[in-house]
């Protein structure tokens, strides 16, 4: 189900609070300047795919800021990525300027202060993630904020067109594979980003975290591989073995830590697919591990619970073939 919020039946001396306690809902608290307060007009519309929501806004012209107050109270960090559709948009922050049109998106972070302006009339899709979410997929994901990315083509296309889908289908598809649409999401933002050169090149893409982009996207085309090793690796992108590994302590975790990570998510995003039709070990091993029982252990290491529970749970949530889901 989706959640709406909408100024139409709300009193005119009313919808300026009404609008920022909605934003505030939504995403998180922030300071809002209308172009004609009482007059505002404004939808907002909310889907949640587990951990990960879509919106949709159509508002008239209005201005958001995010202060260094509004922070203290917002522990946990999260990241917008706000696609334009009707009219150019404005955002400031960490002293980079953007100013995105239609056929761009552009990334922004919630534990910095910001200014976003729309001022004119627009409509808007806003996914948010928790910047917990992204770091499982994007090593240093900062790196890609206050930058405006082309989606006219390639990844970016494909990450829109797949956001424009969402409310035609999602209310057919079980809370569980909602959580499964959300990660694939950030997958293609993820591939969006891995496809644009300038994120190599920013000056907030310093030469280590260029090698280590280039390194996480070859790790990600080849995860499935039971040859993955530090020396194909560090091969693969004209690195040293020991520089490799040296990238990643520095990051806090080893290169293994990091594969089976990423392996483990794939693997659980399997198991919650009620439809999946591969055994338990053919996931596992398509996924790189060459030992069921090891997996297993590591698994449910990680989540708390084994891979056989898993998918017990998310087929008996499933409602019967051809049923109406809630």
Request: aromatic letters at 8%; a neutral charge; charged letters at 25%.
């Amino acid at each position: 189900m989706s959640v709406r919020y909408e100024t139409a039946g709300i009193a005119p001396g009313e919808r300026s609070r009404f609008w920022q306690e909605a934003v505030a809902q939504a995403y998180f608290p922030l300071d809002l300047t209308y172009r004609d307060a009482d007059r505002f007009e404004g939808s907002l519309e909310l889907w949640e795919l587990g951990e990960v929501s879509l919106s949709r806004l159509v508002t008239d012209g209005i201005t958001y800021a995010r202060h260094a107050r509004h922070l203290r109270k917002d522990p946990e960090e999260h990241f917008l990525i706000t696609v334009p559709e009707g009219a150019p948009i404005r955002f400031r922050q960490d002293g980079m300027d953007v100013d995105c049109r239609p056929g761009g998106f552009v990334v922004e972070r919630s534990h910095l202060p910001y200014e976003f302006s729309d001022p004119d009339a627009n409509a808007l899709w806003v996914l948010r993630v928790p910047a917990s979410l992204m770091r499982q997929r994007l090593s240093i994901p900062d790196r890609f904020a206050s930058l405006g990315f082309d989606c006219t083509q390639g990844a970016g296309r494909l990450f829109v067109d797949m956001l424009r889908l969402v409310p035609e289908t999602v209310e057919a598809i079980h809370p569980s594979g909602r959580e499964v649409l959300g990660r694939q999401l950030i997958e293609l933002l993820a591939l969006a980003f891995d496809n644009d050169a300038r994120t190599l090149e920013s000056r907030q893409a310093p030469v280590k975290q260029a090698h280590l982009q280039r390194i996480e996207r070859h790790l990600r085309q080849n995860l499935t591989s039971n040859s993955l090793s530090p020396q194909s690796v560090a091969d693969a992108c004209g690195l040293s073995v020991r520089y490799l590994h040296q990238l990643f302590q520095e990051k806090g975790q080893s290169l293994g830590q990091w594969v089976r990570e990423q392996r483990l998510l794939r693997c659980d995003e399997a198991l919650r697919d009620p439809r999946g039709a591969r055994t338990i070990a053919e996931i596992a091993h398509f996924w790189g591990f060459g030992d069921q029982a090891q997996f297993s252990r590591h698994y449910k290491a990680r989540f708390g619970r084994s891979p056989s529970d898993t998918r017990q749970q998310s087929r008996a949530s499933s409602p019967p073939s051809g049923a109406r889901h809630p």
